[in-house]
């Protein structure tokens, strides 16, 4: 069996059909994959290693940056 390597490509919309056209006459396997969703907890992830925190002593101001 051989071995398998996947890439990923990102190649406009209207060629696809091209990009399927050859990977079935190649016997390659070509898939569409959605796109990666980023949540909160991501985004909170990403601040936290950049240091980028909101940092207070005052529950009105927490409360309020809470709401935006």
Do not use: C, N
């Amino acid at each position: 069996m051989k071995t398998r390597t996947t890439y990923i490509v990102q190649i406009p919309e209207s060629d696809s059909h091209l990009l399927h056209a050859l990977a079935k006459k190649l016997g390659w396997a070509a898939k569409k994959q959605k796109p990666q969703h980023i949540t909160r907890l991501d985004k909170a992830i990403m601040a936290a290693h950049e240091d980028d925190l909101f940092e207070t002593d005052d529950i009105d101001v927490l409360l309020k940056s809470l709401r935006k």
